[in-house]
Structures are given as structure tokens and as C-alpha cells.
């Protein structure tokens, strides 16, 4: 007869694998999965086809009862599962496996990139850790606006596929031509900023499109957003070229910046605003920081916890 202790340790190792679906032949992670299994987890998998399906199979996941569940996918992906575990508001906790182009995510907080790698986490313990929030939707990563946005929403998959996250730097340098500003209100708890803008990041985590990094000191776990800020200025051309590969100084060199735990923007011409993947655009938008909103496995060293 099993005990209790037994029967706690079967369902701490009972995890729930929502993949995207274009990684459904990965071998790579099937065998990570199958060592999983062998190791003692009990792994079921279920695959995402159209938009929506994340959000049901969280929905179904945690009926089912199932405490930890896996996001597999980019970072798209992990923000789809992220919102909807969060907003279900239960005790289940989190894992990721980076399986996109950039994993911006996951390599601003340490997570391993090979997916058996990135499964044993599954082992350590679960953190609570903050998601940004603008209108509703919640975001893991990082909400970008104007030069870094239409970077990322105008580069091909194929050229993803070619060249991984190179292929952001790529697109990038051919679009500077179409670069413009744009004017905007920024203000917060003890902050305010007006001016015309090139890119905008409001950071829970560090960087996005393809490793550039807008926001090098968030932290994930300190009910902040980090907010960067790159003024229009008359050496254009420097100023992209600085954002695109990071330059002597980085970001910080030539933007403004700040720690909030609510931002409000407001640009009269409307903003395009990418969410980890998600279109999103608005003349009025207020963000925040949701604290404490997910319980996440996470290396125990990693950049993004502010005890690092």
C-alpha cells in the first residue's frame, strides 16, 4: 500500500508539455522527453495548432490536475502559456523549454537552451516572479515599440530559419531608411518625459529581438517594470546602429531610463506595441507590473533574480 509521502512524490513529478506545434518532430526534445520519463516523470504532451489553443490546454491542463506545467515553443509561446496560467490564478508552477529563434527570455535569465537541459529544471524549485500588464493582456518578456517593434514584426520566418537571431540584426540595417520618430507623453511615480522617440522598452525582462538588450538591469522578481526610453536625435544613424549591435556603452549610452511599477504613454499618432510576439497599438496605454504573478522554475543563479 502506497504511503502519502509516496503518493505526494508521484504527483510533484507529473508535468504537462504544451508544444507548439512545428516542434512536434524535434527530435531533440522527444528524446529529452523520453529521458524525462524514464527518470521517474510522469510527462504527457499536447501540441498548439491555431491561436487560442495555449489558453485551453492551460484551462485543461490544471481540471486534469496537473501542479507543474512545461511551455515549449518561442517566446510567443512562453507569454501565451505564462498569461494564461496567471490569470487562472492557481498554485501550478512554470517551466520553459526555448525552442524559437531568439528565446530572448530565457537567455536573459539563464535557462539552458538544450532541451534536456532546460527540462531538469523541472527539479528546482519553483520562484514567484512578476509579468508585465498593459489593456488586460500580460506579457513575460518585454513590450517594444517603435524602431525595435517593427524590427521584429518585420522579419521573416525564413529568415529566422537562415540565420536564428542574426536575422533581427539583418532586417534591422536594411530598414533604416523607413526609420522615424514619434512623440510621446511618458509618465510614472516620480518620473515624466516628453519628447520625440525612436524605440521604446518596458522591460520585465532584459532584451528582445534577437539579443538586443534595452533594459540590461530588470529584474524579474521586484514588482518593477524597467523602462527605456531612446530619444530622436541628429546622429540617427548612430543612435540605430547603437541599439542594433549594442555599441561600446550599450543602450544606456543613449536612452532614458527608469524603474516603475506603473508607466502611462500616450502618443497621439498611436503606437505599434509588440508583446513578446503579440501585436498590440494604442494612443493611451498603461503599464504595470503584476507582482508575484507566477510561480517559475528558474536556475538558481539567474541574472534575472534579484538576489543574483
Same mark, same amino acid.
Given at each position: 500500500m502506497r504511503t502519502e509521502l509516496e503518493g505526494y512524490r508521484v504527483a510533484a513529478r507529473k508535468a504537462l508539455l504544451i508544444l507548439h506545434g512545428k516542434q512536434a518532430q524535434n527530435e531533440e526534445v522527444r528524446t529529452a522527453v523520453m529521458a524525462l520519463r524514464a527518470s521517474g516523470? @510522469? %510527462? *504527457? $504532451?499536447?501540441?498548439?495548432? @491555431?491561436?487560442?489553443?495555449?489558453?485551453? =490546454?492551460?484551462?485543461?491542463?490544471?481540471?486534469?490536475?496537473?501542479?507543474?506545467?512545461?511551455?515549449?515553443?518561442?517566446?510567443?509561446?512562453?507569454?501565451? $502559456?505564462? @498569461?494564461? =496560467?496567471? =490569470?487562472?490564478?492557481?498554485?501550478? /508552477? %512554470?517551466?520553459? =523549454? #526555448?525552442?524559437?529563434?531568439? +528565446?530572448?527570455?530565457?537567455?536573459?535569465?539563464?535557462? #539552458?537552451?538544450? #532541451?534536456? @537541459? *532546460?527540462?531538469?529544471? &523541472?527539479?528546482?524549485?519553483?520562484? #514567484?516572479?512578476?509579468?508585465?500588464?498593459?489593456?488586460?493582456? &500580460?506579457?513575460?518578456?518585454?513590450?517594444?515599440?517603435?524602431?525595435? /517593434?517593427?524590427?521584429?514584426? +518585420?522579419? /521573416?520566418?525564413?529568415?529566422? +530559419?537562415?540565420?536564428?537571431?542574426?536575422?533581427?540584426? &539583418?532586417?534591422?540595417?536594411?530598414?533604416?531608411?523607413?526609420v522615424h520618430s514619434a512623440f510621446g507623453r511618458f509618465s510614472g511615480p516620480g518620473f515624466a518625459w516628453e519628447g520625440d522617440f525612436l524605440a521604446l522598452g518596458i522591460g520585465n525582462g532584459r532584451q528582445a529581438g534577437g539579443g538586443h538588450v534595452l533594459c540590461p538591469q530588470a529584474r524579474i522578481d521586484d514588482g518593477l517594470l524597467d523602462i527605456c526610453i531612446v530619444p530622436a536625435s541628429q546622429d540617427m544613424v548612430g543612435t540605430l546602429g547603437t541599439l542594433l549591435s549594442g555599441g561600446m556603452l550599450g543602450v544606456e549610452s543613449v536612452s532614458v531610463s527608469a524603474r516603475l511599477p506603473w508607466l502611462e504613454v500616450e502618443t497621439p499618432e498611436g503606437l505599434d506595441i509588440n508583446l513578446d510576439g503579440e501585436p498590440l497599438e494604442g494612443r493611451r496605454l498603461r503599464? /504595470?507590473?503584476r507582482a508575484k504573478a507566477l510561480r517559475l522554475h528558474l536556475p538558481s543563479n539567474s541574472p534575472l533574480l534579484s538576489g543574483a
Open positions: 516523470w @510522469e %510527462l *504527457a $504532451v499536447r501540441l498548439t495548432w @491555431e491561436a487560442g489553443d495555449a489558453a485551453r =490546454l492551460v484551462a485543461e491542463a490544471l481540471v486534469a490536475g496537473y501542479s507543474t506545467l512545461i511551455a515549449g515553443g518561442g517566446d510567443g509561446t512562453l507569454r501565451e $502559456v505564462a @498569461e494564461a =496560467l496567471a =490569470l487562472a490564478e492557481g498554485d501550478a /508552477s %512554470l517551466a520553459l =523549454l #526555448p525552442l524559437g529563434t531568439a +528565446n530572448d527570455f530565457c537567455r536573459a535569465a539563464g535557462i #539552458p537552451l538544450a #532541451p534536456a @537541459e *532546460a527540462l531538469a529544471l &523541472l527539479d528546482a524549485a519553483a520562484r #514567484p516572479v512578476d509579468l508585465g500588464e498593459v489593456d488586460g493582456q &500580460l506579457f513575460l518578456n518585454m513590450a517594444t515599440g517603435g524602431f525595435g /517593434s517593427q524590427v521584429t514584426a +518585420n522579419t /521573416s520566418e525564413e529568415l529566422k +530559419n537562415l540565420l536564428g537571431g542574426a536575422a533581427y540584426f &539583418l532586417t534591422g540595417l536594411t530598414r533604416f531608411a523607413e503599464f /504595470s507590473a
